[in-house]
């Protein structure tokens, strides 16, 4: 490991489109991402610079693994940024006709969970896409229901685009992956964008994911499509289909103003659209179309600004990535700062000091009740508590109270939770005092 930080410390391969210098974008923060990578242990990272509506600077920096440099057409999971590509196909098969976004599902595609549950036949397109579909994130104990009825509120969910996936191919008879080939990939020379992969990529350019010490998570293998994560893509190939939506999407007036419209509000300033979601009220009456994601070593995101005419996407395979891209946002668009308060929703309060011997009763590992087998990790390091886990970025929780803490810069706070023995049993996450999930100790 400490060969591989000073590497990406000297290191920097430069993709394809780098001759392109003359970009408005402040791209000083070039020089700094190998150095930013190291601190944060994420081995490869591609960035994509959108100005005047064209991709003007591309770079992939780093190394696939030990001593192989990353070629300009590296490959990375994406993670939930699938959800707005899913989006764009399905919506351009509504503007085709063959494909309605406010009939029931019902007609293609009935979950056998729910199929007893008459909220089915209130599920439509809009709420899936939207985020209104009444699923969870995931199901838990292999059994899908509904937690409220179908556009009533909001909760992020990939089930329901794994419904929506399950409809179109029983519609189309054909697999989510070719009905996206056809209407998306291969019009617009996606020639680097994969549901599954193949041999080849796996051998030779695949951004394996990393976790928040640099090492590489094991088991990693996406050989069947899902529409919610895990889409496979180049840097330069995102950009392009960044471009394609900034530019209408080749959907009509009516169709592409309902997509980038507010389906349901989140919070202050956010809202979810169709496929996407919108942070609004930005300087200069800017508005950005978004998606991020992140699994177990993947971090991501990608945006447009569509009165500006400009954008950007960050890929990288490590669990700490988002600190890395938060930092490329910031220091290249003049927006960028502003787009990361509103998007993190950073939640501050006094702080306090607590004792050691208090940290330490909240030390141990926890089962989150969202995702079956992932778990958050508590460690004390000096005398901060350390949060990281599957998937989470190693990140230092902040004390307001004896069992409540938040993250500086973010929007989330943590409660530990206590039986009638004093013991702790619980940890429950919540954002601006809303609860997102609870998680059990179990060691």
Request: charged residues 25%; aromatic residues 12%; neutral net charge.
């Amino acid at each position: 490991m400490e060969k591989l930080i000073l590497f990406l410390i000297t290191f920097c391969l430069v993709s394809s489109i780098k001759g392109q210098i003359n970009t408005k974008t402040n791209i000083s923060f070039e020089k700094k991402i190998p150095v930013w990578m190291a601190e944060n242990k994420v081995p490869c990272l591609g960035v994509g610079i959108i100005e005047d509506g064209e991709l003007k600077y591309v770079n992939v920096f780093g190394e696939l693994k030990k001593d192989v440099p990353a070629p300009k057409n590296t490959i990375f999971n994406i993670a939930s940024m699938t959800k707005p590509i899913v989006a764009i196909v399905t919506l351009k098969l509504v503007e085709s006709g063959q494909w309605n976004l406010d009939e029931s599902l019902d007609k293609y595609w009935i979950d056998p969970d729910v199929l007893n549950d008459t909220l089915h036949k209130k599920l439509t397109t809009r709420y899936i896409l939207s985020h209104q579909s009444g699923f969870p994130n995931w199901r838990t104990d292999n059994k899908l229901k509904f937690e409220f009825e179908p556009g009533t509120e909001f909760k992020y969910s990939g089930e329901g685009y794994e419904y929506l996936r399950k409809a179109l191919e029983h519609k189309f008879n054909k697999s989510l992956a070719a009905l996206s080939d056809s209407v998306l990939f291969k019009p617009l020379g996606m020639n680097d964008s994969y549901f599954v992969w193949n041999d080849n990529i796996k051998n030779t350019r695949f951004a394996f994911g990393h976790d928040g010490q640099g090492d590489i998570y094991e088991g990693q293998d996406w050989g069947s499509v899902n529409a919610a994560a895990s889409m496979l893509m180049s840097t330069e190939d995102f950009g392009k289909f960044l471009i394609y939506v900034m530019n209408g999407a080749g959907l009509s007036p009516k169709l592409y103003n309902d997509m980038i419209s507010p389906q349901v509000n989140v919070r202050e300033h956010v809202a979810r659209c169709l496929g996407w979601g919108l942070v609004f009220d930005l300087p200069n009456a800017e508005y950005a179309i978004e998606h991020d994601g992140g699994n177990p070593g993947i971090k991501t995101i990608g945006f447009i600004l569509p009165k500006s005419k400009r954008g950007i996407v960050v890929l990288t395979n490590g669990d700490n990535g988002i600190f890395v891209y938060n930092k490329i946002i910031s220091e290249s668009l003049d927006l960028g700062k502003a787009f990361l308060d509103i998007s993190n929703n950073a939640y501050d309060a006094a702080v306090i000091k607590l004792s050691n011997e208090i940290l330490d009763k909240y030390v141990g590992t926890y089962s989150r009740s969202d995702v079956s087998g992932y778990n958050l990790i508590i460690k004390r390091e000096g005398n901060e508590l350390i949060i990281s886990g599957d998937g989470v970025p190693f990140m230092t929780l902040v004390p307001e109270s004896e069992n409540r803490f938040f993250i500086k810069g973010f929007g989330y706070q943590y409660e530990f939770i206590k039986d009638e023995m004093n013991i702790v049993t619980k940890m429950n996450i919540y954002e601006k005092g809303k609860l997102l999930l609870d998680s059990k100790k179990i060691k």
